[in-house]
C-alpha cells in the first residue's frame, strides 16, 4: 500500500464502499467479499488476512460482516495504519526488521532470536524481509488472537488449581508447582485474575495439548511432548507465550509430527 486510502479518511464513503460489495438482499458481506472490497481501494489483503480481521469484528460471530462492523473495522484499520506509520522509520511504507524487533520489546515481548525469526519470515509473505501495511496488520491480528488463546488457557489452568486447593487436593498431575500455587494462594478471594496475577503461570504438556485439540491441530499427548521439547528453550517443560508463538507459526506450514 502506497498511501492511505480512500477507505480511512473519513466515513462518507463507507456506506457506498460497502454497498458495492456487499450482498445485495442482505446487507452484509462475505469473508471474501470483505477482501474483495479492501483490496479494490488500494489494499493488498491476502484471504487468510482477511478472515483474521473478520473473525476480530464479527462482533456475533454469523460469519456475515454486517455494515456497522465494516465501520469498526475501518476505525481498526485507521488505528492500525497510525500504529505502522510510527513504526515506519524510513518513511518508506515498510518497517524493517530490527524496528519491528524493538517494538515488539517494547511491549513487552522477549522473543530469542530464533523466535522472532520465524514470526518475522512467516509474517513477510512477499520475501523481501520488510513488513508492509497489510502483512503489519495480520500479523498483530494473529498475536492477538494468541494472546487471548493463551490467556484463556491460563485462565482455566488457575481455575483448575483453587478448585484442587478448595477441595484439599494437592500434588499430582496437573495440580501446579508451588509458585504457581503461591500465586493464586494471594488472590484466592478475587473473582478475576489480572496479567500480575497469572505470570508466574505457564502451560505444561497437558495444557498445551488441549489448547492444540482446540485449534483442530491433529495431536496426541506424546507429539505433543516432543512438540514442547523442541520449542521449550529455557528447558523447564513449560510452554511460555513467546514458545507458543514460536510453535504456531512454525507448524501453521509443516504441520505436527
Known sequence: MSQTTSLIQDEDPYKEIFNEFAQKDNDYLTVEELQMTLNSNGYDFTL???NNMF???DEDTNK???YEEFIKLMKFLIRMHGTFMHLDKSQL???KRTDLRDALKNLGYQFSNEQFSILFNVSDINNDNRIN???FVSMSLQLKALREIYRNALKKKARKIKQLQ???GGGGS???SSSESDELNNTQNQNTLSNNELKNLQLDANDFDDILKSLGIDTDINKTKNALKHFDTNHDEKMSFEEFVH???TVNDSGLN
Do not use: M, N, P, Y
Open 48 to 50: 487468510k488476512a482477511c
Open 55 to 57: 473473525i476480530h469484528v
Open 64 to 66: 456475515r460482516l454486517d
Open 93 to 95: 511504507q515498510v518497517i
Open 133 to 135: 501495511f497489510e502483512e
Open 166 to 168: 478448595s477441595t484439599g
Open 174 to 176: 496437573g495440580s501446579g
Open 247 to 249: 510453535f504456531i507459526f
